[in-house]
């Protein structure tokens, strides 16, 4: 069974930066895309990023020009890098594969603290 499992998170400045990963166990031969979302306590889930098979990248506008999402196919991994992050952007990451056919699958999330 495909899992995936997110490392990086912390405890981080205001102004500072972290690199989330997200490595990817298996083959998913329906997947779509590859994904960062974000859940703050009391709001709902939202997506920070996404990076297609073709390479093509989305990201929510909170974090344009902050965050870049890339892969690496070699190492089966997706990372999340955050620079100049706010305390607005606290919430636990989650690593999310979209795909064509069936549900998306989901990491166990990692914690992200911005804080002074």
């Known amino acids: 069974q495909v899992q995936l499992v997110e490392s990086g998170g912390g405890l981080v400045e205001p102004g500072g930066s972290l690199r989330l990963s997200c490595k990817k166990s298996?083959?998913?031969?329906?997947?779509?895309?590859m994904g960062w979302y974000r859940q703050a306590p009391g709001k709902q889930r939202e997506l920070v990023a996404d990076i297609a098979l073709d390479g093509s990248t989305h990201y929510a506008d909170s974090v344009k020009g902050r965050f870049t999402i890339s892969r690496d196919n070699s190492k089966n991994t997706v990372y999340l890098q955050m620079n100049s992050l706010k305390p607005e952007d606290t919430a636990v990451y989650y690593c999310n594969a979209a795909r064509t056919i069936g549900t998306a699958l989901w990491g166990q999330g990692t914690q992200v603290t911005v804080s002074s």
């Open positions: 298996g083959i998913i031969f329906t997947l779509r895309s």
